[in-house]
């Protein structure tokens, strides 16, 4: 059986896609990491209105050329525009099969669509939980990273970012990615730790701006706390793939989020929160009710095109801290 490349949009259980000896690829992670500027004016210069957020975009092009067989495309649970990005990446010749994260968020709801999945990879249950017991151990470890970064100091929240963002697809490789994981552990613990007058929450989807976390590190602060990116890594290592996608809070609403989140903030010692939105999206909403429920110093950012920070933007940044540090 030929193997495939398997682009998808957001996180789901990529543990079908690994159980049928494939590739899965985060079109969000390849957009970033490629011409991303470039993805986005050519997604544009194929009629995607400036409107349109910049991800949906990126995506558009990026999965255009990277060599895919095949898109999982997310169409409940994620951006607004999932079900008109699939459609448009099916008409450019893609084929393109649908995941949703159903609405009421029932155990019975999600298992039958993740059993859809495994019948379109032609996988069994009990070869996809194979995996996932491969995965989580990779989990564990992401686990003592997070630790290390809100305990212990030792991982910086760049570093965080970075691989909390890849765990959503483990660079397609679980066997490669552990190795590096683990080298970069070996690293940080003989780190001295990490000094930070002001340990901040970062919120929301991973920023398009590319030097959000260096720039927080300018005013002698550090993110603690990456909210949607740990939640990329499956923390709570339940032992049932639809338990696990259940308490995956992402895909589901704004109160789902606040239950994960508030223990953090006090978990974690949080002295100020950053929220992350992105122009033209949805979850610029949901902030609305983040801000109302978190009782701490609160600076809401909204990105648009993957650069660094506007010095509008970053003016803001710097008042904050000015102000809270």
């Not at 969000?28 to 004016?41: K, L, P």
């Not at 558009?60 to 990277?66: G, N, R």
């Not at 609405?103 to 669509?113: I, K, T």
């Given at each position: 059986?030929?193997?495939?490349?398997?682009?998808?949009?957001?996180?789901?259980?990529?543990?079908?896609?690994?159980?049928?000896?494939?590739?899965?690829?985060?079109?969000?992670?390849?957009?970033?990491?490629?011409?991303?500027?470039?993805?986005?004016?050519?997604?544009?210069?194929?009629?995607?209105?400036?409107?349109?957020?910049?991800?949906?975009?990126?995506?558009?092009?990026?999965?255009?050329?990277?060599?895919?067989?095949?898109?999982?495309?997310?169409?409940?649970?994620?951006?607004?525009?999932?079900?008109?990005?699939?459609?448009?990446?099916?008409?450019?010749?893609?084929?393109?099969?649908?995941?949703?994260?159903?609405?009421?968020?029932?155990?019975?709801?999600?298992?039958?669509?993740?059993?859809?999945?495994?019948?379109?990879?032609?996988?069994?249950?009990?070869e996809v939980q194979r995996v996932k017991k491969r995965l989580d151990g990779i989990r564990e470890k992401l686990i003592r990273l997070d630790e290390l970064t809100w305990r212990e100091r030792l991982v910086s929240g760049r570093e965080n970012h970075y691989w909390l963002v890849n765990s959503s697809d483990f660079n397609g490789d679980p066997d490669r990615f552990e190795e590096k994981l683990e080298a970069f552990l070996r690293e940080a613990l003989k780190r001295d730790p990490i000094p930070a007058k002001l340990r901040c929450a970062y919120l929301g989807v991973p920023p398009i701006y590319r030097d959000i976390y260096d720039r927080v590190r300018d005013q002698g602060a550090d993110v603690v706390f990456n909210e949607v990116q740990r939640q990329f890594s499956m923390p709570y290592l339940l032992p049932d793939i639809v338990e696990q996608y259940l308490a995956y809070t992402y895909p589901y609403t704004v109160f789902e989020r606040l239950a994960d989140i508030l223990p953090e903030l006090v978990k974690r010692s949080v002295d100020a929160v950053l929220s992350y939105t992105q122009s033209f999206c949805h979850l610029q909403i949901d902030n609305i009710l983040l801000k109302k429920h978190i009782d701490l110093p609160y600076l809401t950012l909204e990105g648009d095109q993957p650069e660094e920070l506007d010095s509008r933007t970053l003016l803001r940044l710097e008042s904050f801290f000015e102000v809270h540090g």
């Open positions: 059986m030929k193997t495939k490349r398997v682009g998808f949009t957001t996180s789901f259980p990529v543990e079908v896609v690994f159980a049928a000896g494939h590739i899965p690829i985060d079109l969000n992670n390849i957009f970033m990491e490629g011409d991303s500027a470039g993805h986005i004016r050519k997604a544009e210069m194929k009629g995607f209105p400036r409107t349109v957020c910049s991800w949906i975009k990126g995506n558009y092009d990026a999965a255009l050329s990277a060599n895919l067989d095949e898109v999982v495309g997310i169409v409940q649970g994620d951006c607004s525009n999932g079900s008109s990005l699939a459609a448009m990446l099916a008409d450019a010749g893609l084929p393109v099969w649908h995941f949703s994260f159903p609405q009421e968020h029932s155990y019975q709801a999600l298992d039958a669509e993740t059993a859809k999945l495994e019948e379109h990879y032609e996988v069994s249950r009990s």
